[in-house]
């Protein structure tokens, strides 16, 4: 992936999503916002204690800054679960979805910008050049452990027709395994639903280990049938990076969010 700057705004983009010329993309970093410390700046996560009209405007600037409008920058109420919003048809109010609590968005509509806000979990674009359908996962440990990769290629191949191995993906800038340490009860979701938890976990003793979220959600969607050439990960730690990302367990929940977002172009 490449850092650039889109109208101030300093993104992280796929270079397979950039190849492919179809959408605007990428994963935020925490810069060229309004919001003020310790949400500094670009901080686009309303069930914050940042300000709303600070994320408000944050939300503005992202949306103006690639070509759409905040109105039809569209976001759901993430709650660590597995369930997905379908956009098929054009809406005149997507600011109801906002309550909607699901942890994933599936789209075929140009101009429709559809994004997840993290600050540790992983962010998942999947685009699909062929019939032109977008996603974006907010995959944490109960996403990951509930497959909401495999669910996400399954809805753009039942809903729209997509071939997985046509769909695009790019895992963005997630905690790292370095300092991601989670215990028995992850393990036991982990192993619960077949996940191989042993491939992506190193054991640190006394019933801890480092976890690698991206990685699991990577081996999801190679086993729903994307192409390893197809998937591209961002080569970050969120954790480490404070000077890039927000990040909930270093910062102790008192943190901005970052978005994956995606927009089909019209």
Same mark, same amino acid.
């Given at each position: 992936m490449e850092m650039k700057r889109t109208a101030k705004v300093q993104h992280l983009?796929?270079?397979l999503f950039d190849r492919a010329e179809i959408s605007a993309h990428g994963f935020t970093t925490r810069h060229e916002g309004v919001s003020r410390p310790p949400f500094n700046s670009l901080n @686009?996560?309303?069930n914050t204690l940042d300000a709303?009209?600070?994320v408000e405007g944050n939300r503005s600037i992202l949306a103006r800054a690639f070509g759409g409008s905040v109105e039809n920058l569209v976001t759901v109420k993430q709650v660590h679960g597995v369930d997905l919003l379908a956009i098929d048809s054009p809406n005149p109010d997507y600011s109801h979805f906002l309550k909607l609590e699901c942890d994933g968005i599936v789209t075929n509509q140009p101009g429709v910008m559809i994004g997840i806000t993290v600050a540790d979990c992983v962010?998942?674009? @999947?685009l699909d050049p062929k019939n032109r359908v977008a996603a974006v996962l907010h995959a944490g440990w109960k996403g990951t452990?509930?497959?909401i990769c495999r669910k996400g290629v399954d809805a753009m191949r039942d809903m729209f027709g997509s071939n997985p191995a046509d769909i695009l993906a790019a895992i963005g800038p997630a905690i790292g395994p370095c300092c991601y340490e989670v215990d028995a009860p992850v393990m036991d979701e982990f192993k619960r639903n077949a996940l191989g938890f042993d491939a992506f976990a190193v054991e640190r003793g006394e019933g801890k280990w480092g976890l690698d979220l991206s990685l699991a959600n990577k081996v999801q969607l190679l086993e729903s049938g994307l192409s390893e050439k197809n998937i591209e990960t961002a080569d970050a730690c969120v954790s480490c990076e404070k000077n890039l990302y927000f990040s909930y367990r270093r910062e102790k929940g008192e943190t901005g969010r970052?978005?994956?977002f995606i927009m089909l172009k019209p």
């Open positions: 983009s796929p270079k @686009l996560g309303i709303p009209h600070s962010p998942v674009l @999947l452990a509930g497959r970052q978005m994956g």
